[in-house]
């Protein structure tokens, strides 16, 4: 399994950026996605999960200004993130995971993870 992320970079808060990744699999092994992020100095924080049916958990810290979403054809999840704040400052990662019915933001339940993708906000 290989994880690309791109669409990181710097903005001001209140602006928007679009985070990709693009997955690569080896086998037809079903690999459910998150995406993470990891200030500096902080521990890893789940942010999305889909499951096997492609419903989506939203962290509270985000629900209301994040949306992911999948093109399957592609292999590709984005995740939209709109009125940025400071505190959202932090590195990026696409993870992935054996599927199941079950979201997980656990970072310890993903076995594949991305090289991420900063992204920063100034005030």
């Known amino acids: 399994v290989q994880l690309v992320e791109s669409g990181g970079g710097s903005v001001q808060a209140g602006g928007s950026l679009t985070l990709s990744c693009t997955a690569s699999?080896?086998?037809?092994?079903?690999?459910?996605m998150g995406w993470f992020r990891q200030a500096s100095g902080k521990g890893r924080e789940g942010v999305v999960s889909?499951?096997?049916?492609?419903?989506?958990k939203y962290a509270e810290s985000v629900r209301g200004r994040f949306t992911a979403s999948r093109d399957a054809a592609k292999n590709i999840v984005y995740l939209q993130m709109s009125n940025l704040q400071p505190q959202d400052t932090a590195m990026y990662y696409c993870?992935?995971?054996?599927?199941?019915?079950?979201?997980?933001?656990?970072?310890?339940?993903?076995?594949?993870w991305g090289q991420g993708t900063q992204v920063t906000v100034s005030s």
């Open positions: 993870a992935a995971r054996r599927c199941s019915l079950w979201l997980t933001l656990g970072q310890s339940d993903y076995s594949y």
């Open positions: 699999f080896a086998t037809d092994t079903p690999y459910c």
């Open positions: 889909f499951n096997s049916e492609q419903n989506i």
